[in-house]
């Protein structure tokens, strides 16, 4: 139980990550076709999508996770048994 709590932070991490990139490109496209937003548009357009960078980072996490069960369900070989 508490590895589906790990996978599902990592997931919401993702989501949220993914989606202050996205937020962040439109900011920085409203900000450059309108003058009125000066400087702050552009600096809070970068400070999102280098949130959304950080917050990204657990994909590669979450889908060597994914890998690794894969793995292990599909190759007998992976299973030790007891040496005794």
């Given at each position: 139980?508490?590895?589906?709590?790990?996978?599902?932070?990592?997931?919401?991490?993702?989501?949220?990550?993914?989606?202050?990139?996205?937020?962040?490109?439109?900011?920085?496209?409203?900000?450059?076709?309108?003058?009125?937003?000066?400087?702050?548009?552009?600096?809070?357009?970068?400070a999102?999508?280098?949130?959304?960078?950080?917050?990204?980072?657990?994909?590669?996490i979450?889908?060597?996770?994914?890998?690794?069960?894969?793995?292990?369900?599909?190759?007998?070989?992976?299973?030790?048994?007891?040496?005794?």
């Amino acid at each position: 139980m508490k590895q589906a709590t790990q996978v599902r932070l990592l997931k919401v991490a993702m989501i949220t990550g993914i989606s202050l990139i996205l937020l962040g490109h439109v900011v920085l496209v409203v900000t450059f076709g309108n003058d009125n937003i000066d400087f702050r548009g552009y600096i809070l357009g970068a400070a999102m999508n280098a949130a959304g960078v950080i917050l990204s980072l657990p994909t590669k996490i979450y889908l060597t996770l994914v890998l690794m069960e894969k793995e292990e369900r599909s190759n007998k070989n992976t299973h030790w048994n007891d040496l005794n």
